[in-house]
């Protein structure tokens, strides 16, 4: 019997502290965030006809997100993407790499996603976030490009040739700064770029 209330004592003695630091948590139910991400959905990219790929121009993916905590841990919501492209595209004339055109690239992705706080402390927080299934929009035009030198197959006019997948997989993000505000960096694939920063607000919680 005594076994038993030592053994029970330690339980406690280390469920105490461990419940102690889940009440540090960012318990904020509903927070935003701004970021940029550097080399975004490298795979959304439109090719005109059999050029050599491109060389591109990217200038990054701006996105914003609305995340709503359904507890302490997990949270839901939805993330805007803007990822802007050049694309340079050559061909080989009289032996010769020749610019065939430029094409602007504009995507807009919307993403529902799941966010998980796996590790948390009074300043440090550790994320995974996960936007499997969304959607894409892209929009293009061609620059310096000569129709009677080149022949190029443009997009369809149609809405539904501009509509492309979306997602999102990030293993690991940290945030460091208080309760309200923290400013994060996250490691991760697709249309919120492979690495990327930003800052997260959390409106304070009602009473």
Known sequence: MKTKFIILGLLIAIAVPVFAQRDTIRSNKNEFSIGYGHFP???????????????????????????????????????????????????????????????????????????????????????????????????????????????????????ADHIGYAYQITPIGIEIGTKRCAGFMQIGMGMEGTISIGFRYGLKDKE
């Open 41 to 159: 959905a490298s795979s959304f990219r439109y090719r005109p006809g059999c050029f050599i790929y491109p060389e591109t121009d990217n200038i990054g993916a701006f996105y914003a997100t609305y995340t709503r905590r359904l507890t302490k841990v997990i949270g839901v919501g939805v993330t805007a993407c803007v990822d802007p492209i050049i694309l340079n595209y050559h061909d080989q004339v009289n032996g010769e790499r020749t610019l065939v055109c430029k094409v602007n690239q504009n995507s807009i992705a919307i993403l529902p996603h799941l966010k998980i706080n796996w590790l948390n402390t009074k300043y440090v927080n550790l994320y995974s976030k996960v936007a499997p299934i969304g959607i894409r929009y892209s929009t293009y035009k061609q620059k310096e490009y000569y129709p009677d030198l080149y022949e190029i197959q443009s997009p369809y006019d149609s809405f």
